[in-house]
């Protein structure tokens, strides 16, 4: 039986050449595979570009694991994520939760997995990593000895492979509520139908540097389960938690007790009108954290989006009392860093303050971006702090 094979065209090879590591089927001029196989990809002179998976639904046709000529087996795979585990032994502190495997930028695309003290959470967002799911689990009982392994396969990108939404335990078991304390902060976490795989992981550094930076009165926007605010709490005077979700409020309520934590309240509403009603009431905070979720899902949505972030950044930024510290996130790909700066400039104008760049962050260091691949450089953080 001869290996899987795809032929891509010059434009394709070109992409992996710079650095990329899908390529879209609208590049690719043949392929003898079955979906989800790894194959060797040639261009059409018959040289080898590597092994990448194999996609018969997505546009991402092919998603590349090595360009050498080696073969992607289980070994290759154990390989890989015992080197990302390794680099989480570098960059992950103080924490029981954490990312172990990071899709492309552990260069095994459309694989993530996130630690949760003794229990993990998967996802196989291509046909390729959902067709070695099995094999995948296999190494993961025999690196990390879990209790309990959980699929959260209900991820829209699966659709687009043609794979259905699953959440189900793949080995051990795991409870409804599992207890994790990051930066000595403890959250009991619905790992089966919370956000993501759990929590916000990517955001946990930039927990710490609010923390740090918050004082007086303080304001959580979008604060879903109060990773923020529970961060913020033992600096700050008082902290509100606004939340469109009464659920999420009730888990941010439950996670301030389970730290004995009482100078956090509980705002059930839309963020939008909140900070329109406390600017009219020229109510003033000393501390702001906005974490929306992502505005700009798509390219063409940017523009509405864009306008969006403007006015709860402008709202903010009126709010802030003088010396007030504003931590402002963007979880768009679309919105870049520097039409995020923009957007933040045009807002500091509008208001007429003196704003000072205290940090510019990204997601946590166990979410690392690929340089050559910009779609994995998504979590935007900047802290700022209004003069006058
Ligand atoms: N800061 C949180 C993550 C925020 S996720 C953390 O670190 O854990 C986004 C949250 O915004 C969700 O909880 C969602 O319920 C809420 N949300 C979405 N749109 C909203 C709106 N217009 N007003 C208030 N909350 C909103």
Redesign the pocket.
Known sequence: MSEPSAVVTARGADRIAGGHLWIYRSDVRSAKAEAGDVVRVTDARGRLIGRAFWSDRSQIALRFLTVRDEPVDRDFLARKIRAAAAFRGKVVADTECWRVVHGEADLLPSLIVDRYGGYLVIQTLSQGTEKRKQELVEILVEQFAPRGILERNEPKARALEGLPQIVSVLYGEVPDAVDAVMNGVRFRLDLRGG?KTG??LD?REN?RAAAQYAFGEAL?????????ALHMAGAAASVEC????GE?LAAARANAELNGVSNVGFRE??????LKEYDQAGRKFDTV?L???AFAKSRTALEAAARGYKEINLRSLRLLRPGGVLIT?SCSYHLSEARMGELLWEAAVDVRRQVRVLERRGQSRDHPALLTVPETFYLKCMILNALD
């Open positions: 956000q929590a916000f955001q927990y959580d926007c979008f604060s879903y389960q109060g990773g923020f606004v939340d469109s979700s999420a509403g839309n963020v939008f009108d909140i954290v974490d929306p979720p996130c």
